[in-house]
């Protein structure tokens, strides 16, 4: 069983950064697939970034490349998801989920446990 509370979420103005953090319970957090979600009023979850177990290989959806950032510290037991030139429709709340099947995951199915969220909110 893992835990997952995300915290760093806020309001930012457009072109501004935040970093969120994900703290999992548990002694195997190393073994986990990490990923980071999110979800718009009236819209899907979707997928946002993920990192294998290691930390070396990560994955990004294509609106967020080259502006967020996703690492982890297994000594912490803290995945990160560091979000540079926030735009308006980056707004949402964002889900940190893990994978205990997967090397590194993208789809919704693939991860075990979610936390509760963190609301971005970025004005124009």
């Known amino acids: 069983q893992v835990q997952l509370v995300e915290s760093g979420g806020g309001l930012v103005q457009a072109g501004g950064s935040l970093r969120l953090s994900c703290a999992a319970s548990g002694r195997t957090f190393s073994s986990y697939a990490m990923g980071w979600f999110r979800q718009a009023p009236g819209k899907e979850r979707e997928f946002v970034a993920a990192i294998s177990w290691s930390g070396h290989n990560t994955h990004y959806t294509d609106s967020v490349k080259g502006r967020f950032t996703i690492s982890r510290d297994n000594a912490k037991n803290t995945v990160y998801l560091q979000m540079n030139s926030l735009k308006p429709e980056d707004a949402a709340v964002y889900y940190c989920?893990?994978?205990?099947?997967?090397?590194?995951?993208?789809?919704?199915?693939?991860?075990?446990?979610w936390g509760q969220g963190t609301q971005v909110t970025v004005s124009s």
């Open positions: 989920a893990a994978s205990g099947l997967y090397n590194i995951a993208t789809l919704f199915h693939e991860y075990d446990y």
